[in-house]
């Protein structure tokens, strides 16, 4: 009697599924992509649009990007996600990488000045502030809108780059585009009742929502503020689901005020690369994280 031909099955490969196209998703596929997963990566984005960078993302072999096909619900028993036409995926490990979006309708003339929601924001404002001081030759004044975390955090950044910011929690009806050619493209605030402030730039950092919606069809728990919580490796309270960028909440706080985009994906790629290696064993101790000790 003949022997029985030699297996030919392998273990098949990983599916990671990320809801989700932002900074924080985009960062998350390049450190995987940097890390040589083997596995396949599809991308559900809520953008209608085709950036650069998540065209570029695209062109990865082990990548498929679904522009427009937001993810509207999670079957964790099965674990499948769907999306709002219809369309079904299958997934080892889910990441969800909603972001966050404003509370109020964006102020008239926004477009004109910076913003700041998230750390990532600091790099850029940094940048502007720098040219702003080599137009005018003098340290800049900075008129500042916002409250909560993110103001305050924004009004460091300023401060820390020579920046004389002025602050106010009065919310404007418009941003002023700057009268002259020198200087930043706004550099003031007018209020519905008429008053102004005018300064050299203007930084808008209002308040935020995480976009955690679609935690609520997979059970997960959110933090009382917004967000999905999650723990120092980014899982959050249902297996093989775990959330990165403003979506995701730790100590109660959203994600992006906490850690860069960057150093997260990072941090969650070491994560996701270590449950794919062994996706039938007990969670391994945790790798460093990017995110701070819990107060």
């Known amino acids: 009697m003949s022997a029985p031909a030699p297996s030919t099955s392998t273990v098949p490969a990983t599916r990671i599924v990320i809801a989700g196209a932002g900074p924080a998703a985009q960062a998350l596929v390049s450190q995987l992509n940097r890390a040589r997963f083997t596995g396949t990566i599809t991308v559900l984005s809520n953008r ?37 036409d219809g369309m079904e995926f299958s997934y080892d490990q889910l990441v969800i990488a909603t972001g966050s979006a404003p509370v109020a309708s964006p102020v008239e003339g926004a477009s004109r000045c910076l913003s700041y929601s998230t750390i990532d924001d600091a790099a850029r404002i940094g940048e502007a502030v720098s040219e702003v001081t080599r137009e005018l030759g003098r340290r800049p004044l900075g008129i500042l809108v916002g409250t909560g975390a ?52 203007v ?18 728990q959110t933090a009382a503020s917004g967000g999905i919580v999650i723990s120092k490796d980014f899982r959050t309270s249902v297996p093989g689901i775990w959330a990165l960028g403003d979506a995701a909440a730790f100590d109660g706080v959203r994600l992006g ?21 062994a996706p039938s064993a007990p969670p391994a101790p945790s790798a460093p994280s990017a995110l701070p000790a819990a107060a």
């Open 48 to 84: 209608d649009d085709t950036p650069e960078e998540l065209l570029e993302l695209a062109l990865l072999p082990q990548v498929s990007v679904r522009f427009g096909q937001p993810a509207s619900h999670i079957d964790p028993e099965n674990r499948t996600v769907a999306t709002a």
């Open 150 to 201: 993110a103001a305050g955090q924004a009004e460091a950044v300023l401060r820390a780059r020579g920046v004389r910011p002025i602050r106010t929690t009065a919310r404007p009806a418009a941003v002023m585009p700057h009268a002259s050619e020198s200087g930043f493209a706004a550099s003031g605030v007018v209020f519905e009742d008429g008053s102004s402030m005018y300064g050299d730039l």
């Open 203 to 220: 930084v808008l950092a209002e308040e935020r929502v995480s976009r955690d919606g679609l935690a609520a069809s997979a059970g997960l």
């Open 257 to 277: 005020l906490l850690v860069a985009a960057a150093s997260a994906a990072g941090a969650c790629a070491t994560q996701l690369l270590t449950a794919a290696s």
